[in-house]
């Protein structure tokens, strides 16, 4: 066996992100779960049945695993984001952003004032 077949051969699985891995586990889980209940009589012994009930089990799991799994790897790299973003630009916000964020509010009109709403209680 040559360096590159085994490279092919062995790298597939290692190729495959976190939450492809973890959706392909609990299909295979489902579908083994699925293989119970054929067993067991739950099934009717028709091959569209099996084959739905195969499908389904394992494509609902696969897929709500692979779909929490992805959003977990995406939370976790938006924090770690956030935590680089937040050590960079410790310090640099100071009295100044919240003065020029409080006067930009005392400035902005007010739609419900008298002047600007005629038909508003107390109006002319």
Known sequence: M???MERSSGGFWAR???PLKV???FAALGIVLA???ILRGMVPLNPLSIFLAL???GGSWGLVSW???TAAVD???DVAEGDKWAEGTEGDQGSEGLRDTASSVAAAPNPKSKAQNPK???GD
């Open 23 to 25: 959706g392909i586990i």
């Open 55 to 57: 499908l389904i089990s």
């Open 67 to 69: 779909a929490v799994a």
């Open 2 to 4: 040559t360096a590159t």
């Open 120 to 122: 508003a209680p107390g």
């Open 16 to 18: 495959l992100s976190g």
């Open 35 to 37: 293989i119970v209940g």
């Open 75 to 77: 939370v976790d790299r």
